[in-house]
């Protein structure tokens, strides 16, 4: 999964540079062993970007630079994905920046593992959930329209400067109770720029989620 990860993220034409931060010696070999570019960072990491700002100030990078965190789990990525986050950053004043799409069924709206997002007008976030948001009352919960509800997709852009920052911020308290690292950004006053995808993506982050993948690819 981590070599898919890491030659689907090669694949984009807006990266200069792609590196897998890890603090696992496994996932170290084996970056090694298919002749990936790795980084041993400290295991007292929280976060995907608290990683991903010990690598920033490993590689020196600049303030204005921008550092795409590409989680793990996500090994059916679509590099047009990451380029089209990557756009974001065109515009001098978006600092944080993240992936939504439409849901393509009912039932993952009501997965708990399935983040939910809402945005306002221009584009950011309003509020990430692992509930049902927006909630329609005279639904049931559910917007008949399935385009009415967004998931988020876990990828994520920080300029290097705003990286440190939210990097350095204590834990929120929304954030403790969705579990949810985006939140703390929001919670303390960071806009999150968001951009629509319809490449429909996978991420496997439990068993379930792996056989629910495997049997999807059988059947197609």
């Known amino acids: 999964m981590i070599q898919r990860v890491y030659e689907q993220a090669s694949k984009s034409t ?4 792609v590196i897998v931060a890890t603090d696992d010696e496994r996932i170290f070999r084996e970056v090694k062993s298919f002749g990936g570019e790795v980084m041993m960072t400290s295991a007292e990491h929280q976060s995907g970007t608290d990683r991903c700002a010990e690598s920033a100030k490993n590689l020196a990078l600049r303030a204005d630079d921008v550092v795409i965190n590409i989680q793990g789990d996500e090994p059916f990525i679509d590099p047009i994905q990451i380029d089209h986050l990557c756009k974001c950053f065109d515009n001098e004043q978006v600092e944080l920046a993240t992936l939504v799409k439409s849901f393509y069924a009912a039932e993952e709206i009501l997965n708990p593992n399935t983040i939910k997002v809402v945005c306002d007008k221009a584009g950011y976030a309003l509020y990430f959930s692992r509930s049902v ?23 994520y852009g920080y300029r290097t400067a705003t990286l440190f920052e939210v990097a350095a911020l204590p834990p929120s308290f929304l954030e403790l109770t969705e579990k949810l690292e985006q939140l703390r950004w929001l919670e303390n006053g ?10 429909e993506s996978w991420s496997i982050d439990t068993p379930e989620e792996l056989e629910k993948v495997k049997q999807h690819f059988r059947s197609s």
């Open 133 to 155: 948001i927006p909630f329609n009352r005279d639904h049931q919960g559910l917007q008949p329209d399935l385009n009415s509800h967004l998931r988020h997709i876990g990828i």
């Open 14 to 17: 807006l990266l200069d540079k």
């Open 190 to 199: 960071y806009k999150i720029m968001t951009a629509r995808s319809e490449h």
